[in-house]
């Protein structure tokens, strides 16, 4: 098995002001832990600039444009109450579009069986033409339209873990039977979406966990709500919007989930994604603001996608934090 | 939340749930920023305890009552919350 990282410098260049959770230090860590012998083994490259029309797979031109406009060349300037822009922003959220993309091009091609994007900003609350919850492009939902038309694939799905909701991703897979989103969250919590009544056109599937709910309920709300729902679905190629703030450390979310549950998750939508697509994942970094809950998390989850194995689950160095 | 916040402990019940409703409003409308939310969150969850403690020490002295109207030992009405 081989897996590929995209990863680049420009994600620890776009910061907001001090203090805000999503912060450079995140993209350190994973980095960091990357690093470790453990991963030696990754294929690693640098994300590439996306392409404007990639963002236009899924954001009206005025929106790119405004976006573009407002990148500030000092300081930073706010898109919303939590989602801010500096001066390597824009970079950074086309280098999120352009590693999502590259990931589709190096599985479809099978350069690789699967791919991790270590990305930021974040991007499945970006809305169409709406930045909201640290995303300012939705980087996610821009790979399953650019797979769908660069490998005129059938059927693409999302399943996102995030503990809040991918209200963006749901938002441009809504009216769209050939795209899958399959969402687990705390509820309620930010954005305030994702109910299980909310089902689009019978390819919305979300399955809200209560504060406190931990491995147990996660584990069954995925074997009896997203799983069916995704096998039914046979898709061509699976994408994970990879957030790891239903980690029990994190202090944005009230979920319990450990390493060894996003291990679990990992493996098993890597067993779905052999019955249905060669395997072909690609997962993309979300959430996730516990340095070390982070850190550990990404640590497990990049295991399995390099190993598919239960020894995903030990973290790595977890005594170095 | 800000310092002026009032505490929970000195809040009535009706302006205890009068918050515990406007925050529950605030999620489901995705009216909080997700930086705020978990606190607003949490805050509603503490809200909901005091809540329910003055609920069941109301309860509590309804029964006592209807103990001491009846006159006899035998049985208790919980209050019907509802």
């Known amino acids: ?321 | 939340m800000s310092d002026k916040t009032p505490a929970i402990a000195d809040m009535t019940f009706e302006a205890a749930l009068a918050e515990l409703e406007a925050i529950v409003e605030k999620l489901e409308a995705g009216k909080v920023s997700l930086e705020d939310s978990i606190a607003i969150y949490e805050r509603g969850e503490k809200l909901k305890s005091h809540c329910d403690k003055q609920l069941k020490a109301a309860e509590a002295r309804i029964e006592k009552i209807t103990l001491k109207s009846d006159g006899s030992a035998g049985g208790t009405e919980p209050l019907d919350v509802e």
């Not at chain 1, 930045?131 to 769908?148: D, E, K, T």
């Open chain 1, 1 to 321: 098995m081989s897996t590929l990282l995209l990863h680049h410098d420009v994600f620890t260049e776009h910061e907001p002001p001090q203090g805000h959770p999503e912060r450079a230090d995140r993209m350190r860590a994973v980095e960091r832990i990357l690093s470790h012998p453990h991963f030696e083994d990754l294929r690693r490259e640098e994300a590439p600039m996306g392409q404007r029309a990639q963002a236009l797979l899924v954001h009206p031109e005025d929106y790119v444009h405004a976006i573009e406009q407002s990148s500030p060349t000092e300081g930073e300037i706010a898109l919303d109450p939590d989602t801010w822009m500096n001066a390597s922003t824009l970079e950074a959220a086309y280098r999120a579009v352009g590693a999502g993309t590259r990931a589709v091009d190096a599985v479809m091609n099978m350069e690789v069986n699967n791919a991790f994007c270590a990305v930021r900003p974040p991007g499945h609350h970006a809305e169409t033409a709406r930045a909201m919850g640290f995303c300012v492009f939705g980087s996610i939902s821009i790979a399953a339209h650019y797979a769908r038309e660069a490998y005129d694939l059938d059927r693409v799905a999302v399943v996102d873990f995030d503990v809040h909701h991918g209200n963006g991703t749901q938002d441009m897979f809504w009216a769209n039977e050939d795209l899958f989103f399959g969402s687990t969250h705390q509820m309620p919590l930010f954005p305030g979406t994702g109910a299980v009544s909310e089902t689009g056109e019978g390819n919305i599937f979300n399955a809200p966990l209560s504060a406190g709910d931990g491995g147990e309920v996660f584990r069954e709300a995925m074997l009896s709500r997203i799983f069916p729902a995704l096998d039914a679905f046979q898709p061509d190629l699976i994408l994970i919007s990879a957030g790891f703030d239903a980690h029990e450390r994190d202090p944005l979310g009230s979920l319990k989930l450990k390493e060894e549950d996003f291990a679990w998750v990992t493996l098993r939508l890597m067993d779905l994604a052999a019955k249905h697509c060669d395997g072909r994942i690609v997962s993309m970094l979300e959430g996730g603001y516990d340095l070390a809950g982070l850190s550990s998390s990404v640590g497990v989850h990049v295991k399995a996608l390099m190993h598919g194995t239960g020894e995903a689950s030990q973290p790595v160095d977890e005594d170095e934090y």
